[in-house]
Nanobody, 125 residues
Framework: QVQLVESGGGLVQVGDSLRLSCAAS????????MGWFRQAPGKEREFVAA????????GYPDSVKDRFTISRDNAKNTVYLQMNSLKPEDTAVYYC??????????????????WGQGTQVTVSS
């Protein structure tokens, strides 16, 4: 089992950058593929990024591709989400999640076994 704690959220302006962190404790994070999701008020949870156990494979939806970058430092049991050129539509609670059953991350929230509590990102225009 693993516990996930997100940090790094906040209030920023359009075009700013922000880096989220997800610290894992318990079982080492290198045994999990990891993902980031977000949920805005009144909307369904949305896939943002995923990374394989090794960190060599990543995936993004078109809405964030070329703006967001997921990475991981297995020595620190931490996954990061670097967000650049932020837009108002990026406003949401961001969650990290761990998938124990796959080598590679998934865009499906149902594939993830563990979730963090979320961190709020607000992009003001």
């Amino acid at each position: 089992q693993v516990q996930l704690v997100e940090s790094g959220g906040g209030l920023v302006q359009v075009g700013d950058s922000l880096r989220l962190s997800c610290a894992a404790s318990g079982r080492t994070s290198s045994t999990y593929a990891m993902g980031w999701f977000r949920q805005a008020p009144g909307k369904e949870r949305e896939f943002v990024a995923a990374i394989s156990r090794s960190g060599l494979t990543t995936g993004y939806p078109d809405s964030v591709k070329d703006r967001f970058t997921i990475s991981r430092d297995n020595a620190k049991n931490t996954v990061y989400l670097q967000m650049n050129s932020l837009k108002p539509e990026d406003t949401a609670v961001y969650y990290c999640a761990a998938n124990s059953r796959a080598l590679f991350g998934s865009s499906a929230a149902s594939q993830y076994d563990y979730w963090g509590q979320g961190t709020q990102v607000t992009v003001s225009s």
